[in-house]
């Protein structure tokens, strides 16, 4: 068993890696759906705009100011998103939304192309966490390691914040009854705001850490780990934080291991299989909560 | 509501049948073509459009960047040519495939509409044999520039080829990983391109006919993650990583071989002969050696390449295009020949017909800065020597490694 | 959307205007395809025509499902791989398959259907109808798919039907380039040398008769018209009423499953069919291109055209299509007209005018072209009179002054 992991250990530390950023975009994808009952098809999109702000931010001035610029420019957008795609549908059929997300998606991975001119940019390397490391026989950069502890510290302050702040309550009011809460006083708009902030800004910070390992940036980089991160979070159970997390590490180091195993073509689609399994067997997701269909 | 409509409806079909008036009488003056701006001071006269199908977005975007500068250099040299006894310019039609093998008929079809009378390209096999039939229908010929794939000439007539093939470079690759005495050799293709997967595919069979020992990995398109298949070739043994793929995913997988520590080899075909590689080499520090077989090496030519250096650096664009750097590329290199095989096939013909050209060709010979270009059979060129280069630290650059004879 | 009964008379009459001009349509395209002048207008029209036809198949086959059942599904794209593939592996000539599956290792599959009928009943015919044959088998395998992908995924409601289909049509994907399939599918390299449109030239004497256009335009309008008739039967009829309600479809004794598991499957065989015609036009295919990409592209296409409006569907592929290969093919030149240097004209400029444009529609006329009206003759006499409604709203204004009772809106 020892003998197993060492020489997997490199799978299996890049499976944690991998899901740990996965699970940065989950929390974005199910705090959104669990209030607005939305698929953001657009949060992959905002994570690969993010890595594309952070590759021109650093051409012009140092890395302590275009990291800040990144996450504040991601959450800018993610805001913007929210008000000028979705508030305007707010009572179109969720379908309509729905169809607002793709074509936002559609129209970030077009803008992106237009500016990169379709060729891939190169990822700039963040000092600290570009070093190599070796651990346990497997060398890997530093960023695997720090990738799962960052997570779980934000992913912490996230739940302590949504237990124990005033708009944390209100989000999760807004979750459960979105008409109730709107009659207790919320303010919906606003919850539905710094809903999308929270989910950016993790985004931003799950972008930084994806592309320092992967270094490249291309048009369509969000579209697939937006679809898994997804995944992940219906996994878990769809506006559950911690479902998402944990959905999220699971899928990355599956991944891994499938791909260590030589079953490359199945790579992405083992995602879809566990989605559509766990869709069948119990729809709510493994930490989700049982809800009942209203007539 | 419905006001804004109806009043969109209008305008959309105003501006489309604007557009059609507009859009018949322009591309027959070249309204589509113009890039770079030269055309705009050329003399009056007649004009034949040569036809550029290359990607210039998507995987292959920077490869096909890299072989159009070479036509445009070609291009501003010699903007003009004589056919039959009148003297035309040549202006340059472009048509971005996208490297997606459903863009390329689309991107076919507006050069065919264009008029051209002959096409260039493509980087990448996949896109071209997936336009091949679409040239042939209109009975355009095209001249393929650095398309190794065998299937882009076998069984379309229409397509000619000024570079080897898949098969003398699989094996050629081969020959070099056995000759530095290397036997366990991991390959790694992008899964469904055509150009990897078919070089992977000779360059197996040629190395099992050596009796090395071959493990054989696909990766999915948009992939950035290659540390799980790098740890399967270090879990296979590989002395040798093989990985004939396009620019951008050969930066991430010297990028993360360095980062994992894997510093063995990395062996290449064509592609990697770009500024591109060389770079993300110095960012690696150089943890790897990097070699590819290329089909010109740097330095055969002083005095072209200073004027093309010297042209790349002339302009932003241009310098930007080359992804930076004025180093030069092979495919830079067969672009220039191509242009100018395609101007003799135009003299030869003695027309724009693109019909009479298409009968010219298989007779057209040029000698090249590659080398000396006359077409067999198949449509191929009769190619013996292909250069292999590898990764100089103290330059920072890809350098002349070996001369392969066939 | 309630259809107002009209005169039997009128009804004839709009029946025989719409024959005429179907007729004229024809002889139109024969025209384009055997003795219009080639130049850069003809030779971009045709192109355009054949692949704007296909996506209005595929796209009137989605709107089956998303306008008109109310099913929210994602999977289109996989259904039409599964068409174009089973197409192309049916029809390659046999002289062909080697080369063609040479990366594979040679094929299993040592037939070609329309080989086989030509030997029969000649060159061309044996090539359109067994293209023909090869079409509806391609839809019929892609509808057993769906019949079979349709059993666990049509108890999902909205968005996680959705994305449940979505999954699927990746994993096809992911099958299909399945190297240990190779011998069948040629694993994830390209398949080429099967029936293509210009195989549907007749040769008599010499003399070339073509049909590269009509051939698409008259399979994608068949399917397109078999769907509208379906659409307007009783059938139809209740999958509207799960669109609408399904609870009250319910219990108006509605067979849920069985009419969520037809629309499906109905709209899937006619994915398959516009994915086997998609592969003639691009005369290679590769499972890579089949991404979710093109089913939201197709799906951007629907709600452009209107959910729910089958002429909405064909007018917007037709828009679409021409905008994104032909018309709009300036704003990634460079220049306009060829003279006028616009510095922020370049590559991809053209994609970024168009997704604003589909952000606006989706925003500001979330009813589309045509929402889920169609197309009538009434309609465009009436539009033609009275193209910005001014008459009518003054009309109705004065009605509205003069206290009239009655004054209603006529029936665009």
Redesign the interface.
């Known amino acids: 068993m020892i003998e197993f992991l060492h ?1 997997n250990m ?2 299996l530390l ?1 499976g944690i890696s ?1 899901g740990g950023q996965y699970a940065l975009i989950a929390i974005g994808y199910t705090m959104v759906y669990g209030v607005l ?3 953001n098809f657009a949060h992959g999109d905002v994570f690969m705009v993010a890595g594309l702000v952070m590759i021109y931010a650093t051409t012009a001035m140092p890395m302590y100011i275009s990291i800040p610029l990144v996450l504040v420019a991601t959450v800018v957008l993610g805001f913007l998103i929210e008000r ?2 979705y508030r ?2 707010r009572s ?1 059929p ?3 939304v ?3 997300a ?6 970030l991975q ?2 992106a ?2 500016f990169t ?4 940019q ?1 990822y700039p ?1 963040i000092p600290f966490l ?1 070093e ?1 490391v ?1 651990i346990w026989g ?4 530093m960023v695997t390691i720090v990738t799962p502890i960052l997570t779980l510290v934000l992913v912490i302050i996230l739940v302590l914040l949504l237990k124990y702040t005033k708009i944390g309550m209100a989000m999760r009011a807004v979750s459960k009854d979105f008409e109730a809460s709107q009659l207790m006083g919320i303010k919906i708009d606003m919850v539905i705001s710094a809903t999308f902030v929270i989910g950016c800004f993790l985004a931003a910070v799950g972008s930084l850490l994806y592309f320092t ?4 940036v ?1 048009p ?2 969000g ?2 780990p937006g ?1 898994k991160a ?2 992940a979070a ?1 996994f878990g159970g769809i506006g559950s934080i911690p479902g998402a997390v944990i959905g999220a590490f699971i899928i990355g180091i599956c991944e ?1 291991i499938i ?2 195993l ?1 079953w ?6 083992f ?3 566990l ?2 399994v766990i ?2 067997v119990k ?1 709510t997701g493994i930490f989700g909560e049982k809800a009942t ?1 209203k ?1 | 509501m419905k006001k804004f409509l109806a009043l969109i409806l209008v305008l959309a079909m105003l501006m489309a049948f604007g557009l059609c008036g507009c859009g018949t009488a322009p591309a027959d003056n070249g309204g589509d073509t113009a890039e770079g701006g030269d055309s705009a001071g050329a003399p009056a006269g007649d004009t034949v459009y040569i036809g550029v199908y290359e990607p ?4 292959n ?2 490869g096909g ?1 890299q072989e159009i500068l070479g036509m445009q250099y070609a291009n501003s040299l010699t903007p003009t040519v004589d056919i039959g006894g009148t003297t035309y310019n040549v202006e340059l039609v472009y048509a ?1 495939n ?1 490297s997606a093998n459903d863009k390329a008929v689309s991107a076919a079809n507006k050069l065919i509409s264009a008029g051209c009378s002959v096409c260039l390209g493509s980087y990448g096999s996949g896109v071209s044999m997936a336009a091949a039939d679409t040239f042939e229908a209109a009975g355009i010929p095209i001249i393929g520039v650095s398309c190794t794939n065998v299937l882009v000439t076998d069984g379309n007539e229409i397509y000619y080829r000024i570079c080897f093939t898949d098969p003398d470079q699989g094996t050629i690759d081969a020959n070099l990983v056995h000759s530095m005495g290397y036997n366990n050799v991991y390959c790694l293709a992008m ?1 469904g391109e055509d150009y990897g997967q078919g070089l992977v595919n000779y360059f197996v069979a040629a190395a099992e006919d050596l009796g090395m020992t071959v493990t054989q ?4 398109e ?1 992939n ?6 790098l ?2 070739a ?2 296979a043994g590989a002395e040798v990583i093989f990985a004939p793929c396009s ?2 995913y050969a ?2 997988i010297i ?2 071989a ?5 510093t063995v080899p990395l062996v290449a075909g064509d592609t990697w002969d770009s500024g591109v590689i060389s770079d993300a080499c110095v ?1 690696a520090n150089g943890a790897n050696e990097v070699y590819c077989s290329t089909f010109y090496a740097n330095g055969s030519n002083p005095e072209f390449e200073d004027g093309i250096r010297e042209w790349i650096n002339g302009d932003s664009t241009n310098l930007a295009n080359n992804g930076g750097t004025d180093e030069l590329a092979a495919t830079t290199v067969l672009g220039y020949d191509a242009y100018y095989v395609a101007l003799e096939a135009l003299k030869a013909a003695g027309s724009t017909d693109p019909a009479a050209v298409w009968e010219a060709l298989p007779g057209v010979t040029y000698d090249g800065v590659t080398g000396n270009i006359a077409f067999n059979d198949t449509g191929d060129a009769d190619r013996h020597q292909a250069f292999i280069k590898n990764f100089d630290a103290e330059s920072g650059t890809l350098v002349f490694y070996d001369l392969i004879e066939f | 959307m309630e259809k107002t009964l009209k005169p039997r008379s009128e009804k004839k009459t709009e029946n025989f205007i719409a024959i005429i001009c179907l007729v004229a349509f024809y002889v139109l395209l024969f025209l384009l395809d055997n003795y219009l002048p080639r130049n850069s207008f003809t030779t971009m029209l045709i192109p355009v025509l054949q692949k704007s036809s296909i996506f209005a198949l595929v796209c009137v086959s989605m709107n089956l499902l ?1 306008g008109f059942t109310g099913l ?1 599904s994602l999977g289109q794209a996989g259904f039409m791989l599964i068409g174009a593939y089973v197409y192309a592996m049916l029809s390659i000539p046999d002289e062909y398959r080697e080369a063609v599956y040479q990366y594979s290792g040679g094929t299993n599959i040592h037939f070609s259907i329309p080989e086989m009928l030509q030997g029969v009943i000649g060159q061309s015919a044996g090539s359109f109808f067994g293209a023909i044959i090869c079409i509806i088998i391609a839809g019929i395998i892609a509808g057993i798919f769906a019949a079979l992908i349709g059993i ?2 049509l108890r ?5 039907l ?3 289909t ?3 049509a ?2 096809i ?3 299909f ?3 240990k399939l190779g011998k069948i599918t040629n694993g ?1 390299y390209q398949l080429r040398k099967y029936t293509a449109f210009t195989d549907m030239n007749i040769n008599i004497g010499g003399n070339v008769i073509k049909f590269t256009s009509i051939f698409p335009v008259f399979i994608a309008m068949l399917c397109i018209l078999f769907i509208i008739l379906l659409i307007n039967s009783s059938y139809g009829r209740a999958f509207k009423a799960i669109r609408d309600d399904e ?1 009250a479809a319910e219990a108006m004794g509605i067979n849920l499953f069985k009419h969520k598991q037809m629309s499906f499957i109905i709209s899937s065989f006619f994915a398959g069919a516009g994915g086997a015609l998609l592969a003639m036009y691009q005369t290679t295919i590769q499972a890579m291109a089949f991404k ?2 093109m089913t ?1 592209e197709i ?2 296409i629907v ?1 452009i055209g209107g ?1 729910g409006s089958i002429s909405g569907s064909c007018i917007a592929s037709f828009l679409f299509i021409a905008c994104n290969e032909w018309w709009l093919r300036f704003l990634d030149s460079g220049s306009l007209f060829g003279i006028v240097p616009v510095p922020f004209f ?4 053209r ?2 005018v ?3 444009v ?2 606006v529609i ?2 500001f006329f ?1 009813k589309g072209i045509m929402g889920d009206k169609e197309i009538s003759f009434k309609g465009i006499g009436g539009f033609l009179k009275d193209p910005f409604g001014a008459k009518r709203r003054k009309a109705k204004k004065a009605v509205a002054a003069a206290a009239a009772a009655e004054g209603g809106e006529g029936n665009e």
């Open positions: 020489t490199a799978y890049n991998v009952r939305l698929i000028a795609a305007p549908l179109a969720r379908m309509s729905m169809i607002s793709i074509g936002v998606s559609y129209l077009n803008c192309l237009y001119g379709g060729l891939p190169v390397s570009s190599s070796t497997a060398t890997t950069k390992n992967y270094s490249s291309i369509t980089s579209a697939m679809l997804f995944v219906v891994n791909k260590g030589g490359t073509t199945f790579s992405d689609a995602s879809f299989a989605l559509i869709l069948m729809p269909d007539v | 210039q977005s998507g995987d975007g920077s960047k971005d996208e899964l990995d696909q990766f999915p948009g950035s993650d290659f540390t799980s298949y740890t399967n270090k879990n620019t951008g930066q991430l990028q993360q360095a980062a994992q520590g894997l960012a | 998303n929210f666990p995924v999902l409601k909205s968005d996680y959705a994305i449940a979505l999954g699927f990746e994993i994907r992911a099958v380039q399945w190297d994830s609870i979710t990409a939201y799906l951007l709600v959910i370049r590559d991809g400029f994609k970024v168009f997704s604003v589909i952000m989706v925003l979330s």
